[in-house]
């Protein structure tokens, strides 16, 4: 606010010096211009100092390929059908309402970090960003006899966020585990409404991750392999009708019966197949490489056998994804060190 007075002051000074001064003149049109741009919403200037919204929600279609191809394994399908949602959304200059995905599967396959990668291109700060917003069912909405103050305070929570910024990002993790009717309250700002109470919900992104439907992908997925089918033959039609049913009349998912899957207002299921060993190795060399070590495919494969795998006869499946990838690594961290020590 100091810089914000100045500016005032050089306004103020020359009204009181009799002589036309064109200089103080253009001194003091050049101060008012400097406090606006410093002290505008969505100035340039202020925006190089602290993080602005990305209004139009804007998205780099390489970047998001990139980083889905380089950090997120053996999920064809769920790279795919969010590589094409998102750039549909991103290019329309005025979409009729909010994109909404929903993530199935196991712990470990990946939705989370997809949710992570997708906010970061929207706005670079990801999770960091006061303008993404993470919701955990377990931690902000874990007492059911208080659902109806969680719809009224998740209604007034996104009004409010998106209003200071429509392209703001909501990722609401553990669906799995939130009580049925909670997120109905959200329902009229994913509808096809222009504005609602005049506010505009049209650019806004909406995650929904969850476990549930996880049973109905994996048995899907074996099924392929069984008839000796690749992987990657399968298709979002194979699934996408099994997982919108299935959650629907899942006792045990925040979208038991919900209205905004009797409104048709999610635009994808989006399915995260059981992982392999081989994605498994490929989450442990991504992750000795974000940790600067050089892969050691002996540590690789030491980490890989260290899971656990389904069905019990083929143990074909990592039962946890990659998930516990990290905290194995860490146990092999000293005999890498050594042997990096070594090498050197």
Not at 302 to 307: G, N, S
Request: positive net charge; proline residues 4%.
């Amino acid at each position: 606010m100091k810089l914000l007075k100045a500016a005032v002051i050089f306004v103020l000074v020359p009204t009181l010096t009799p002589a036309f001064d064109p200089l103080s003149v253009s001194v003091v049109a050049g101060s008012a211009v400097m406090a606006w741009h410093l002290f505008s919403s969505d100035s340039w200037l202020r925006c190089r100092f602290q993080e602005c919204c990305n209004k139009n929600a804007t998205v780099n279609f390489t970047a998001l390929k990139a980083q889905l191809d380089n950090r997120l394994f053996g999920q064809h399908l769920a790279k795919d059908v969010v590589l094409k949602a998102v750039l549909g959304f991103s290019n329309n200059p005025s979409p009729k309402k909010p994109l909404i995905l929903s993530l199935h599967g196991w712990a470990g396959t990946g939705k989370n970090f997809l949710s992570q990668i997708l906010a970061e291109q929207v706005h670079p700060a990801g999770l960091r960003s006061k303008f993404v917003h993470l919701f955990l069912a377990t931690l902000h909405f874990p007492h059911q006899d208080q659902v109806k103050l969680y719809k009224e305070q998740l209604q007034n929570w996104i009004r409010g966020n998106v209003s200071a910024c429509p392209s703001s990002v909501f990722i609401f993790d553990e669906m799995d585990k939130m009580h049925p009717g909670v997120i109905d309250a959200i329902k009229p700002f994913l509808d096809y409404y222009e504005e609602v109470d005049g506010v505009s919900y049209r650019k806004a992104i909406f995650i929904f991750l969850s476990n549930a439907g996880g049973d109905l992908i994996n048995k899907a997925a074996f099924d392929f392999w069984s008839s000796g089918k690749r992987r990657e033959d399968i298709q979002l039609k194979d699934l996408e009708p099994l997982l919108s049913v299935g959650v629907f009349n899942n006792k045990n998912s925040g979208l038991w019966h919900s209205s905004i899957i009797d409104r048709n207002l999610i635009d994808y299921f989006v399915p995260f197949l059981p992982l392999e060993q081989r994605h498994v190795k490929m989450c442990v060399r991504a992750e000795m490489t974000a940790r600067g070590y050089a892969v050691d495919e002996k540590i690789v494969q030491a980490v890989a056998d260290e899971m656990t795998y389904f069905p019990k006869e083929q143990k074909i499946y990592s039962d946890k994804g990659c998930k516990t990838v990290q905290a194995k690594l860490d146990i092999h961290e000293d005999f890498v060190m050594r042997d990096m020590k070594a090498r050197a």
